[in-house]
Nanobody, 118 residues
Framework: QVQLVESGGGLVQPGGSLRLSCAASGSIASRNDMNWYRQAPGKQRESVARSTSGGSTYYADSVKGRFTISRDNAKNTVYLQMNNLKPEDTAVYYC????????????WGQGTQVTISS
């Protein structure tokens, strides 16, 4: 079992910045992905950024150049630095932990609200 605790959401004006954090605890497999998804009202959940334990990162086109995913493996924590935020970034952001041992299993955080509004 893996538990995820997210923090860092809030209300910010367009052009502002926020940093989300997600700390994982429990049975942490050495091979894992730590990712961020988001879901806006009336829309499907979408991938925002991915970070593998091997050091690779991937971003949705809509956030490239504005968002940065990073992780501290010693703390089992993943971060999402979000800059130049836009109203269309408004959503509930979810942390996703993918364990690959002994088989693939996805864990989800409780979600944190990010609202971009003037």
């Amino acid at each position: 079992q893996v538990q995820l605790v997210e923090s860092g959401g809030g209300l910010v004006q367009p052009g502002g910045s926020l940093r989300l954090s997600c700390a994982a605890s429990g049975s942490i497999a050495s091979r894992n992905d730590m990712n961020w998804y988001r879901q806006a009202p009336g829309k499907q959940r979408e991938s925002v950024a991915r970070s593998t334990s091997g050091g690779s990162t991937y971003y949705a086109d809509s956030v490239k150049g504005r968002f940065t995913i990073s992780r501290d493996n010693a703390k089992n924590t993943v971060y999402l630095q979000m800059n130049n935020l836009k109203p269309e970034d408004t959503a509930v952001y979810y942390c996703n932990f993918v364990s690959y041992w002994p088989y693939r299993y996805d864990y989800w955080g409780q979600g944190t609200q990010v609202t971009i509004s003037s």
